[in-house]
């Protein structure tokens, strides 16, 4: 299972960014992806995941402000974040769990400038 990640940049606090994260191979369509990201001198820490039948449920940081989806058509999961807030700058990455193994993408870094 691949993942690569896009859609990361420089944005100002109020602002919006739509991460994508697109997977090869029919297992990306079947499983649950999750989005995380990391800040500097932070542990990973979980954003939001959305399951193969469309359920989403989101961390409290993230609710009323992110949203994720899918179109498994395209094997994309996407993050949309509006509102974004300084604290929200970190590396973001996708995941996927097959059985017992994880797969992450390489990241796509947001900056969100004061």
């Known amino acids: 299972v691949q993942l690569v990640e896009s859609g990361g940049g420089l944005v100002q606090a109020g602002g919006s960014l739509r991460l994508s994260c697109a997977g090869s191979?029919?297992?990306?369509?079947?499983?649950?992806i999750g989005w995380y990201r990391q800040a500097p001198g932070k542990q990973r820490e979980w954003v939001a995941s959305?399951?193969?039948?469309?359920?989403?449920i989101y961390a409290d940081s993230a609710k009323g402000r992110f949203t994720i989806s899918r179109d498994n058509a395209k094997n994309t999961v996407y993050l949309q974040m509006n509102s974004l807030r300084p604290e929200d700058t970190a590396v973001y990455y996708c995941n996927i769990r097959v059985y017992v193994t994880d797969y992450w993408g390489q990241g796509t870094q947001v900056t969100v400038s004061s």
């Open positions: 959305i399951t193969s039948g469309l359920s989403t």
């Open positions: 191979g029919s297992t990306f369509s079947r499983n649950a």
